[in-house]
């Protein structure tokens, strides 16, 4: 596609559900990556993808978080039993290679009740 | 630990007047640096991406300088707009082999008619 799209934009989900943020990178980008970002703060990093396989997750805060790219292009965000604390805007970028510019998409507004 | 401040956190000015957003870094070892603009309950978009080997990019009326020296950038807009009014951030990247973007919290900035 044109650009980063992610679905869906906004989910309410009650606190303990489980919750799929999708991801799908501009066509040909290579490197993908996760962030957060809560209301007034910059995005925090919390995993980047190199084709299919993790190249850093250092950033997700918990074992409840985990992050797929199977074919090297979508990427699936999982977050299990969800918190309040989960609450924010979660971004996606792709990147044509590492440190290469990343483009991002508008985001999913996750809201945990 | 690279930190990411920006300064000053908002800035309200009228329309037409020159600019500068600030941004530096704790640890100068800066591979490259991009900045984005934010608008309300939208994602990122790219403004400038400064290369490695570059110590500044310009595009329309927006010119970004990287003082890797000294670990800063400043973004200068010019003849500034209503329409500029936004979320503007800086991000670097540690290495020519991360994706992690690290991120300044961001200037607002209101431009007065």
């Known amino acids: 596609g044109a650009g980063v799209s992610q679905t869906p934009s906004n989910k309410v989900t009650e606190k303990g559900k489980y919750v799929e943020l999708r991801c799908d990178p501009i066509?040909?980008?290579?490197?993908l990556y996760w962030y957060r970002q809560s209301l007034g703060q910059g995005p925090e990093f919390l995993i980047y993808?190199?084709?299919?396989?993790?190249?850093?997750d250092s950033g997700l805060p918990n074992d409840r978080f985990f992050a797929v790219r199977p074919e090297g292009s979508v990427s699936t965000l999982k977050i299990q039993r969800t918190e309040r604390g989960d609450s924010a805007v979660y971004l996606c970028?792709?990147?044509?290679?590492?440190?290469?510019?990343?483009?991002f998409g508008q985001g999913t507004r996750l809201t945990v009740v | 630990k690279q930190e990411v401040t920006q300064i000053p956190a908002a800035l309200s000015v009228p329309e037409g007047e020159n600019l500068v957003l600030n941004c530096s870094f704790t640890?100068?070892?800066?591979?490259?640096l991009q900045w984005f603009r934010q608008d309300p309950g939208k994602g990122l978009t790219s403004l400038l991406l400064?290369?490695?080997?570059?110590r500044e990019q310009t595009s329309g009326r927006l010119n970004a300088s990287l003082d890797k020296s000294s670990g800063r950038s400043t973004l200068y807009i010019a003849a500034s707009q209503p329409g500029d009014s936004a979320t503007y951030l800086c991000a670097g990247h540690g290495s020519s082999n991360t994706g992690k973007l690290i991120f300044g919290q961001g200037t607002t900035l209101q431009v007065k008619p």
């Open positions: 640890d100068s070892a800066i591979y490259n």
């Open positions: 993808f190199q084709g299919t396989g993790a190249a850093d």
């Open positions: 970028a792709s990147s044509p290679h590492p440190a290469g510019g990343a483009f």
């Open positions: 400064i290369q490695s080997s570059q």
């Open positions: 066509s040909g980008h290579t490197a």
